[in-house]
């Protein structure tokens, strides 16, 4: 019975040694496998160096792209190309629609292929209560910038201001109306009662204040040349749209429906016309704030 249990005890230890060595040789055999792969996807060592070099180059050149591809825009399902204007992911991606009216505007006034296109920074309407019973809306507005203007006149200054700062620096709206930079703002009539006399009158007497409160020696003359180019004849009803443009030569040119009907050369006049839009006790100052942060991403800020 000893002599039995002898040889099953010898026999379970020769089996053990086998498995042992067995699993041994697997484990030999997948290091071998695993360091011959390695040695296939590492390069020769003389060209390392160089490889690694362009390895590198290669990595932030690509990082270099993605961060200028996230910043470049996204409009209508296609990135603008170096040649358009550069506008930030904070312009309007689409043609956005004026809430209380429901006009829509466009994201640019010309061909987006146009180095020189303005785009659209900010909306809003004009609004006034009747009898303290009815509120009339009376149009609706859209304020255009061209980005390269913008860059070129403000990046030096205000490229380094965080969106929230400058929102709130009174140099900023300041200089917007100082550079004699090309604005245009666009009026669509929502009131079909809106008479082009009553756009007159408050243009007149909107644009009288903030000239005498700018520059009490200004030639007032060059606003009574901006109110006689709206004449009785011109119809407005609803739809009509009214561009006013300023040029960096300090003119202020009004077009009614695309049709130019008067332009005054007078720097004071260009920037009391656009005083009511981005300065002090604006038309609307929800829209002065987005206009503002819109013209913070246009030089390069978010």
Known sequence: MREEQAVQLILARLASATIGRLLNEQQ????LLTLAGAVAIVPPLENISSMMLAES????????????????PYVEGKCLSCACPSVPSTIFQEDPIEPK?????????????????????GIGFKGMRVMRVKNLNLYAFGLYMQPTSIREKLGPKYASFPTDK?????????DLLR???????RLVVNYNGLSVGAVRDVFEKSLGLRLQKMNPNTDFHCLKTFGSHFTEDIAIPSGTKIDFCQTSDGKL????????????????????????????SPVSLEAKKVVAQNVAGLIGRR
């Open 179 to 185: 550079e004699n930079l090309d604005i245009r703002v």
């Open 253 to 280: 040119i009004t077009e009614i429906d695309g049709k130019q009907i008067g332009a005054v050369r007078s720097k004071d006049l260009c920037k009391a016309f656009f005083d009511m839009y981005i300065g002090d």
């Open 28 to 31: 030999r055999a997948c290091n």
């Open 101 to 121: 009216t429901g006009i829509k505007f466009p994201t640019f006034l010309e061909d987006d292929s146009s180095p020189s296109a303005a785009v659209l920074v």
């Open 57 to 72: 180059i290669t990595s932030r050149n690509i990082d270099s792209d993605i961060r200028r591809l996230v910043d470049q």
């Open 166 to 174: 400058l929102m709130e620096n009174p140099d900023f709206y300041s």
